[in-house]
């Protein structure tokens, strides 16, 4: 592979499981986001002018662009208009890679408390421990293993399988919350139990396609250095599936 990644013709890539991880291997320069999250889905090369230069691949991660887009589209729309989400609550399911994506999200927009759900209750802290230094002074971070123990939050970002659970298994998650966002990575099914009970509860509800879409922006102004043409790359997806995104 690497002898690809160092060709003239290369200009970088997008970089799907299982190979988030190799990745790294080769790379010359990491970002913080990159390091932070554990895995890498977009490398980016540099080339000085001069011939026989030496060619620069950096690796990074737009996974948790996405998210923290739609988190601060959300915010803005409910008066908050800055990046911070003091006194906000986010809860994240499950504690896989997309879990540390979502929990660096809402790192970056400074929410109060984020809680980590998982039934391997080890598995959610185990992140906690690898974010610790990222945590900035007043921010609460907590692993539970059931739903009892989560309380009011303001935003829910699903990162297991949509199958997993059923619609029960979330009920007791929105009862004393008000209406919030909630973000399902899940593709399939296209409705998942998360879903279903987030908007019978009135919350706003985005899918990982829309996910998908927003980090393929970042991906596109990190290879050209011009702002993507989201309209463009909203009906290409949208013909593609039948159906257009929601905004």
Known sequence: MSHLI???????????MPHKIAAFDHCTEVSDSARAIGAINTLVTTRSPQANSKVVVKGDNTDWSGLY???????SKGGVHTAKATGKVGLVIGAGGAARAGVYALLQAQFSTIIIWNRTVEKAEKIIQDFDTLKIEGIEMRAVGNVKGIGP????????PGDVKAEEDFEGLFQGSETGLCVEMAYKPKVTPLMRVAERRGWVVRDGLEVLLRQGFEQYRLWTGLEAPELVMREAIGERDGVRSKV
């Open 6 to 16: 160092t060709s003239p013709s290369f200009g970088g890539a997008s970089i799907t």
């Open 153 to 160: 939050v303001d935003v829910v970002i699903g990162t297991i």
């Open 69 to 75: 887009t739609l988190i601060i589209d959300h915010l």
